[in-house]
């Protein structure tokens, strides 16, 4: 079982920055694929960015402004966020899934960016 917590979320101005942050509970961390989805308002959850062990990928949509990491030591995944566009507003949710899996099956709760125009 893992459990996440997201943070950092809140009001910024266009072309602004965030730093979300996820932190895990569990010993196996480092075996886990992480993920930052997102959830416009009125639209589907959709995968903006994911990290295994350290390669990474992203939704073309934020390619060049959003950087995802981790640190195994601190059981922690990061979303930094730069060049903010009011498109970007949503409720941003941090996944996990075991490595060699296709689902992810543990969620946080959600933290909410708004991006003001």
């Known amino acids: 079982q893992v459990q996440l917590v997201e943070s950092g979320g809140g009001l910024v101005q266009a072309g602004g920055s965030l730093r979300l942050s996820c932190a895990a509970s569990?010993?196996?961390?480092?075996?886990?694929?992480m993920g930052w989805f997102r959830q416009g308002p009125g639209k589907e959850r959709e995968l903006v960015a994911a990290?295994?062990?350290?390669?990474?990928t992203y939704a073309d949509s934020v390619k060049g402004r959003f950087t995802i990491s981790r640190d195994n030591a601190k059981n922690t995944v990061y979303l930094q966020m730069i060049s903010l566009k009011p498109e970007d507003t949503a409720v941003y949710f941090c996944?996990?899934?075991?490595?060699?899996?296709?689902?992810?099956?543990?969620w946080g709760q959600g933290t909410q960016v708004t991006v003001s125009s």
């Open positions: 996944a996990a899934r075991r490595r060699g899996t296709l689902a992810y099956d543990y």
């Open positions: 569990g010993r196996t961390f480092s075996s886990y694929d």
């Open positions: 990290i295994r062990w350290s390669s990474s």
